[in-house]
C-alpha cells in the first residue's frame, strides 16, 4: 500500500492530469487514493452513475447540481479551479459513440498548470478513444507478495477461529507455502476471498484443496477459451514406466518452485509413439508438483482474420502467467506449428510468437509439449535450448506392461492378484499403455455381456483380437524410433 502511494504520487508529480487505474479491487483502489490525498492535502471526489459527484470527507464541495450524468461531472471537474483529485468509477460504458464525452475528456488531460484538477479513471477494464489515449498515464497497483499472502492466510484463519471458539485450523507448512504460491497473481482482496473460502469449509488446509484452490482461481481470471482447466491431474504414481522422466522431474522440482539462483526450468518436449503416455506424463507433472495445468487448445487459436490467431496466441500465454505459478500443456504441438506454405504465413507468425515467449518470459511457467510426429515440427524449435530436455516415449517394455494392467485393473476394483500379470505383459508385446487400458475395458465389456466375472481368459481375447499400432503402423513407428536415437533421451 505504502509503495502504491508513493508511485502514484510520483504520477502526479509528473503533471499528468488524466490516470487511468484498471483493478478488480476497487476498494483497495479507493484506500489507496485516499492515503495519496491525506498525505498530499488534496481534496478527493468519487463518481458513479449511481451517485453522482459526492466529496470523500474533506476538500471543497463539488456543487449542488445534479452530476449522475458523466457529461454534468465532467463540466464541473474541468472548470475547478483546485488541484483536487476526481475518481471516476465505470467510465467506459459512456465513452463509445459519445463525442462529447470524449472531448471533455481530452480539455481535462491538456490543462495545463498546477492549479487543475486530476482525473483518475477506474475500471476493471478501460480502453481510452485514441485521441485522448496520448494525454493519460496508466498505472497499476502492486500485487500483494508472497509475504503479504502468508499474513492474509493466517489473518484468515485467526478470523475463522474466533468465530469458531478457538479451534485451530489445521494444516502443514508444506501445504501452506503451495497455497501462497498459488495465490500469487491475484489482488489482495481476490486472494482475501479464495482463502476464505478455503477454510471455511472444513477448517484446514490439505493438499485435497489445491485442485479447488487452482479451478477458483483460474474461474476467477475468467481463462475460459484458448486455455482449458484440466481437473484431473493424474497422481505420478499412476503414470507406468517412463523412470529416467520421474527422476529429470524429481530433480528439478524444488528448483521451479523456489528458484534456487540457477535457473527455473523451462519446459520439456515429450515426442514418441500415439498412446504411449505423453499426454498422462503432462497430467501427471502437475499432480506431482502440486501446479495447476493448463491446456492450450490450438483448434480454438486459429482464426479466419489476419492476426488474430497470433493475439490469440499471445493472450493465451499472458493468462497463463496469471495463473503461474502452473504447467502449461500444448497437445499434438505440431497440429498448431507444422511449417507450411498453405495457411498464408499464420503458422510461422505463431511460432515466431511462442518462440519470443518462450526466451523472455520470467514467470514460473513450466511448458510441456507433446508430439507425434517430430518430422513436422520446425527446426528452430526443436533446437538444443528451446526445451531443457526432448524426451522419447517409446512402447512399453514387459515391466512397464505389468505395471499398466495393475493400473487400470485396480483402478476398475479388480484384484490384480488374481490375474497372472506376466503372461499378460507377454501377450500384449507391442501395445502401448492406451491400448491395454482398452484391452481390459473390452474385456469388462464382454464379462458383462455373459454375465461372468472378468477373468484371465477374457483379457488374453480381448488382446488376440487387437492389433496394436505397432503393426499397423510399423514402418512410422521404425522411423521415428530412427529419428529419436541420439537426438532425444529415452524417458524409461
Known amino acids: 500500500m505504502k509503495n502504491d502511494i508513493h508511485d502514484l504520487g510520483l504520477v502526479l508529480e509528473s503533471k499528468v492530469k488524466l490516470i487511468v487505474i484498471e483493478s478488480w479491487d476497487e476498494p483497495r483502489v479507493l484506500q489507496t487514493l485516499t492515503g495519496l490525498a491525506v498525505r498530499r492535502n488534496l481534496g478527493l471526489f468519487l463518481w458513479s452513475v449511481t451517485e453522482g459527484l459526492q466529496r470523500l470527507g474533506f ?4 456543487g449542488e447540481e445534479p452530476t449522475h450524468e458523466p457529461e454534468a461531472a465532467l463540466k464541473l471537474i474541468k472548470h475547478d479551479p483546485q488541484p483536487n483529485l476526481y475518481v471516476l468509477c465505470d467510465l467506459h460504458p459512456f465513452l463509445e459513440d459519445n463525442p462529447k464525452l470524449v472531448r471533455l ?3 481535462i488531460a491538456m490543462a495545463e498548470g498546477a492549479q487543475r ?10 480502453k481510452l478513444p485514441p485521441e485522448v489515449q496520448r494525454y493519460a498515464a496508466r498505472f497499476d497497483l502492486a500485487l500483494p507478495s508472497e509475504e503479504e499472502l502468508l499474513a492474509i492466510v493466517r489473518d484468515e484463519a485467526t478470523r475463522w477461529s474466533e468465530r469458531n471458539r478457538g479451534a485451530r485450523v489445521r494444516t502443514d507448512n508444506r501445504t501452506l507455502q503451495q497455497v501462497v504460491k498459488n495465490l500469487r497473481g491475484m489482488s489482495h482482496g481476490e486472494a482475501r476471498a479464495l482463502a476464505r473460502n478455503l477454510i471455511c469449509d472444513d477448517g484446514a488446509i490439505t493438499q485435497e484443496d489445491l485442485p479447488e484452490l487452482n479451478k477458483a482461481k483460474f474461474q476467477l481470471l ?4 484458448v486455455l482449458s482447466f484440466e ?5 505420478f504414481a499412476e503414470v507406468g514406466g517412463l523412470a529416467a522422466l520421474k527422476r529429470w522431474l524429481a530433480e528439478r522440482q524444488d528448483a521451479f518452485l523456489d528458484d534456487s539462483g540457477i535457473g527455473r526450468p523451462k519446459g520439456m518436449l515429450l515426442v514418441g509413439v500415439q498412446g504411449g503416455g505423453k499426454s498422462l506424463a503432462a497430467k501427471a507433472v502437475a499432480g506431482l508438483w502440486g501446479l495447476p495445468l493448463l491446456r492450450l487448445d490450438f483448434a480454438c487459436l486459429y482464426n479466419k482474420f489476419f492476426g488474430e490467431t497470433e493475439r490469440n496466441l499471445r493472450e493465451a500465454l499472458k493468462m497463463a502467467e496469471q495463473m503461474a505459478p502452473c504447467v502449461l500443456w500444448m497437445d499434438e504441438i505440431e497440429k498448431g506449428l507444422a511449417s507450411g506454405d498453405q495457411d498464408g504465413g499464420v503458422s510461422q507468425r505463431v511460432l515466431g510468437t511462442l518462440l519470443t515467449w518462450m526466451a523472455e518470459h520470467k514467470a514460473p511457467v513450466f511448458m510441456v509439449a507433446t508430439a507425434n510426429a517430430i518430422q513436422r515440427l520446425p527446426p528452430e524449435l526443436v533446437r538444443k535450448g528451446r526445451f531443457d530436455e526432448l524426451f522419447f516415449v517409446d512402447l512399453p517394455d514387459a515391466g512397464v506392461r505389468e505395471d499398466i494392467f495393475r493400473i487400470h485393473l485396480q483402478r476398475r476394483e479388480l484384484e490384480p492378484a488374481t490375474f497372472d500379470l506376466a503372461a499378460l505383459a507377454a ?3 507391442g501395445f502401448s499403455g492406451a491400448e491395454i487400458e482398452q484391452a481390459v475395458v473390452s474385456a469388462l465389456y464382454a464379462a458383462q455381456a455373459r454375465q461372468q466375472a472378468v477373468d484371465q481368459s477374457l483379457l488374453l481375447n480381448s488382446l488376440q483380437s487387437t492389433s496394436p499400432l505397432s503393426v499397423v503402423m510399423a514402418e512410422d513407428l521404425a522411423a521415428l524410433r530412427t529419428w529419436a536415437n541420439g537426438r532425444t533421451v529415452p524417458a524409461d
Not at 117 to 126: I, K, M, Q, Y
Open 105 to 107: 475528456l481530452k480539455e
Open 427 to 429: 501377450a500384449s508385446n
Open 222 to 225: 475468467d481463462l475460459e477459451g
Open 59 to 62: 476538500g471543497s464541495a463539488a
Open 231 to 235: 481437473n484431473d491431474t493424474a497422481r
Open 117 to 126: 484538477p486530476t482525473l483518475v479513471l477506474v475500471s476493471h477494464a478501460l
